[in-house]
């Protein structure tokens, strides 16, 4: 049985637990006897002679307790040094200085990250180091005992941020986004445990700095200052910072075939082996910042609080495409028959029957709509309406089907005109194709079912047809404001949705 089947709070207390056997079981438990005579063999400070394990002890718990809250995984850590009878490990593992020093310079490396060192509190790591090779700043026993902790709660804290914020992001995506619902990888005991194991935190941290092609690219723009065109040069590095953290999110791909869809780019791929074998136009849904009228500024207080996105605005979420659906039937959402089709209906009487749409009470046909009054405000609640199949019917031929918990999916559509828009943030909220017939061809393959798929949208009669694609195929519907094109171009698009002002927001409070 797995934690998915327990409530929340259960599978959160079996987690910590788990994480604190690791603990226990990874944990080399040593005497605590040679740490003063380890620090004063580096630093030739008698001082530390004095040190004694009890009293080390209780002040090293007295101190995390005391600032607990200053560190961004508490429970991480305290579970670890329990576990390690509070044993400074990563200074016994990692003096000499210089050693030491080489991190601190890792973690100011982190510019070419796009993230600020202040938010790894380099200075202060820094200065602790020279405070306890300082003979004249260590003169008593008491401050040699704060000395040592404070510098081995500080660089666990300090590098194993860094470690989690270049494997996984410093941020969760989840956390800031409402509408986001791809499965993202987050730091783990197991990871979390990484920067205490090794006995050369250098080589460590250089060996997970990201070395994929998209992320090297736009490093390299950031330190070249790359210029985009119609924006400040402070606006293009904010645009390439926040596109880094993106890059650093567990969520990309690591199938062999799978469709990407970039909403900012208001493209679609279907990629197999790495290339491109099929692009297209789509449309995507209307956004808050369609016209671009916001810079890559910070919200206020209130919008921090919660991203509220526009109601129309296409999620960011994987799933995967089980079928589609050939002369779909178009069950029209609440939102959009009160606020669109209870309107039109009352000003045409024509309107519902020249468009095929049929209204339901509670599942039965309403024969006659003219008996509907159109004036009450609740028409999209009390009844259902239904686009039959046709060649007007607003998902055009065919959609295609994944599970989500947005209702969206990609469709076909009758409108073409606004895939000659540069600006193309028009729907409610689904993915409306350029090439559908492509697509079904791309994810099914020639043979018996895409002919039936083709042949049922070249009917004269259409009817409303379910097809099971034989080998589901992911969905990416993702949020790139920049990146490196199969040529090796850096590609900029606009912030449609302002979602980069949001990240780079948060980004900015960390520091």
């Not at 290339?275 to 016209?291: A, D, F, I, P, T």
């Not at 049929?358 to 028409?379: A, K, R, Y």
Request: with cysteine.
């Amino acid at each position: 049985m797995t934690s998915k089947n327990y409530p929340k709070s259960i599978a959160q207390k079996l987690f910590l637990l788990g994480a604190l056997c690791l603990f226990i079981l990874q944990s080399c438990k040593k005497s605590h006897s040679d740490i003063g005579a380890v620090v004063f063999k580096e630093t030739r400070n008698k001082i530390f002679k004095d040190i004694e394990t009890e009293t080390f002890v209780e002040k090293f718990k007295s101190t995390f307790e005391k600032q607990k809250s200053q560190y961004r995984n508490p429970k991480f850590l305290k579970a670890f040094y329990e576990a390690n009878d509070f044993e400074p490990v990563i200074l016994m593992k990692n003096l000499p200085k210089d050693k030491l020093k080489e991190a601190v310079e890792v973690l100011n490396s982190s510019v070419d990250h796009g993230l600020d060192p202040a938010i790894f509190r380099t200075n202060e790591l820094n200065e602790l180091i020279e405070k306890t090779y300082n003979k004249k700043e260590i003169k008593t026993v008491d401050e040699a005992y704060q000395v040592l902790i404070d510098l081995e709660l500080s660089a666990a804290n300090s590098l194993s941020n860094y470690s989690n914020a270049l494997q996984f992001g410093i941020i969760s995506p989840r956390k800031i986004y409402a509408q986001y619902y791809t499965a993202t990888k987050r730091p783990d005991s197991i990871s979390f445990l990484q920067i205490f194991q090794t006995n050369d935190i250098k080589n460590f941290l250089d060996s997970i700095q990201p070395k994929e092609k998209q992320y090297l690219a736009l490093q390299k723009a950031l330190k070249d200052k790359v210029v985009i065109p119609g924006i400040s040069q402070e606006e293009a590095e904010r645009v390439l910072k926040v596109n880094l953290e993106r890059l650093r999110w567990k969520n990309l791909p690591t199938e062999d075939k799978y469709v990407w869809v970039n909403i900012p780019d208001f493209k679609l791929d279907v990629v197999e082996n790495g290339k491109s074998v099929l692009n297209m136009k789509v449309c995507v849904g209307e956004g808050r910042n369609k016209n671009n009228t916001d810079n890559l500024v910070e919200y206020d207080e209130n919008d921090l609080k919660k991203d509220r996105p526009f109601n129309r605005e296409t999620p960011q979420l994987k799933s995967m495409i089980h079928s589609v659906q050939v002369n779909p039937v178009w069950n029209i959402p609440e939102s959009i028959a009160t606020n669109e089709i209870s309107k039109y209906a009352a000003k045409d009487p024509y309107y519902l029957a020249n468009n095929n749409i049929d209204v339901f009470d509670n599942g039965q046909l309403i024969e006659d709509p003219e008996t509907i009054d159109w004036s009450d405000g609740n028409v999209g609640k009390k009844y259902s309406f239904k686009q039959r199949p046709g060649d007007d019917n607003s998902l055009g031929k065919i959609k295609f089907l994944f599970n989500n918990e947005s209702s969206v999916y990609l469709h076909d559509t009758p409108a073409k005109a606004p895939f000659t828009y540069e600006m193309r943030a028009v729907s409610h909220g689904c993915i409306r194709l350029e090439k559908p017939l492509e697509l079904a061809e791309a994810l099914f393959g020639q043979g018996a079912k895409y002919d039936k798929i083709k042949a049922g949208m070249e009917s004269p009669n259409p009817v409303a047809t379910d097809i099971g694609l034989p080998k589901q195929v992911p969905v990416y519907l993702t949020y790139f404001t920049c990146w490196v094109d199969e040529a090796g171009k850096l590609q900029f698009r606009k912030d449609v949705y302002g979602l980069d002002i949001v990240l780079y927001t948060y980004l900015q409070r960390l520091a």
